[in-house]
């Protein structure tokens, strides 16, 4: 599933094709993903100019001049696509939900094959207040996101630090890869307990989280199986893996004797496969 890095390199790209500009045509393909997907959606986005676009978590927000909001999730396989007015033609998928001309002749389409997405339409004054944002926690790359914030809220919690900083009602975005790739960085084994963390911990935690996603931003994201950005491409910041996905193998800068140790291990937290260094993560 796109995490963080993977929606804000999205976003980048359609900032790139939609801002200042009008949605002069608008066709909507079906009739539900994970949401229902609004009847009069098509005709509320035609002949309107796009105001502003924003990430909050995972989800990328659309205003328009009509004080409307196209919210977009793109859920496990989803791909924002891009046809140029001087290129490739549009050819329906049978995927595709969502279909937009822009003024300058470019087109922009959703597509999304398991649709897990989400495509929706809110008065822009009732977006924050949604049930898509209102339950969220900090944005990881804010201010807000800060040592003193964050140990307040792990100082009560008993489950492991990696399904902590996973869980969106406390921090957003933040992912599996993302998790165990800034745990591993701080030095933080991570089936510890949140309360745990030491105040060093936990700024090391919160610097590393906000250094790693920045990375990945610069790197167009991670491309394991689907994912892609606008333009088609893959992200590269599967390249720079210390620990994700490396099971058995050495970490950066690794002293072990990996036939004693087995390198990298990968153990399952909340369904989900968490990589670490014995070593190095206390």
């Not at 990328?60 to 490739?88: A, P, Q």
């Not at 099971?247 to 989900?272: A, F, H, L, Y």
Request: hydrophobic share 35%.
């Amino acid at each position: 599933m796109p995490e963080l890095p993977e929606v804000e390199t999205v976003l980048s790209g359609l900032k790139q094709f939609m801002t200042d500009q009008k949605i002069l045509e608008a066709k909507i393909f079906t009739k539900k993903i994970r949401n229902l997907v609004p009847k009069n959606m098509a005709k509320t986005l035609e002949n309107k100019g796009v105001v502003g676009l924003y990430r909050r978590a995972k989800y990328i927000v659309i205003d328009l001049e009509n004080n409307h909001s196209m919210i977009l999730h793109l859920g496990m396989s989803g791909v924002m696509k891009t046809y140029l007015k001087d290129g490739k033609k549009f050819e329906k998928d049978r995927h595709d939900h969502l279909w937009l001309k822009m003024e300058d002749g470019n087109e922009i389409v959703f597509r999304d094959p398991r649709r897990f997405g989400v495509l929706d339409l809110l008065p822009t004054g009732e977006v924050s207040s949604s049930k898509y944002f209102s339950h969220l926690g900090l944005e990881p790359l804010s201010n807000e996101f800060s040592v003193k914030k964050l140990r307040a809220i792990l100082s009560s919690r008993k489950v492991a630090i990696k399904q902590a900083i996973m869980d969106q009602k406390i921090v957003v975005g933040v992912g599996n890869i993302y998790a165990s790739e800034a745990l591993f960085k701080s030095g933080i084994d991570p089936r510890r307990a949140a309360y745990s963390l030491s105040l060093e911990e936990a700024t090391l935690l919160v610097r590393n989280i906000k250094s790693i996603l920045r990375l990945a931003i610069k790197n167009g994201g991670s491309t394991l199986r689907d994912y892609r950005n606008i333009g088609g491409e893959r992200g590269y910041f599967q390249m720079h893996f210390s620990v994700y996905d490396r099971e058995g193998r050495p970490c950066p800068d690794c002293t072990c004797n990996i036939e004693k140790t087995g390198g990298v291990k990968r153990i399952v937290q909340g369904n989900r496969s968490t990589f670490y260094c014995e070593s190095k993560q206390r």
